[in-house]
């Protein structure tokens, strides 16, 4: 089933400039598929990406395991994610970001 939806994907997309439709696809890489996702209290993290948690005493970032990343967001830790380069958890975003919470609602502790 997964060959023949991207079967389909890839002869539409490459289809698409003949037909007028627009070319343009954006991808979210923190909306990783299969089992590259960790979905663990209300977070979907793509295990593949490198996640860093920052301290603002310090200004540096120390990398830490993709395991970590939800109880450190819900202690309302800083967490970027240097491979989509996006914050999961920042003030500027909201805690999490909405891209990576599993149901699209807002995160509660």
Do not use: C
Not at 24 to 50: F, K, M, N
């Amino acid at each position: 089933m997964k060959h023949i939806l991207l079967a389909t994907f890839t002869a539409v997309f490459l289809f698409s400039g003949l037909t007028g439709f627009p070319t343009v696809v954006t991808v979210t890489p923190a909306l990783a598929q299969g089992g590259d996702v960790l979905i663990q209290d209300g977070l979907r993290l793509p295990r593949s990406h490198r996640y860093e948690l920052y301290n603002p005493e310090t200004g540096r970032y120390g990398t830490v395991r993709v395991n970590t990343v939800p109880r450190s967001v819900s202690q309302g830790t800083w967490i970027y994610d240097r491979t989509a380069d996006e914050w999961v958890s920042h003030p500027s975003v909201g805690h999490p970001s909405p891209q990576y919470a599993a149901s699209g609602r807002d995160f509660r502790r």
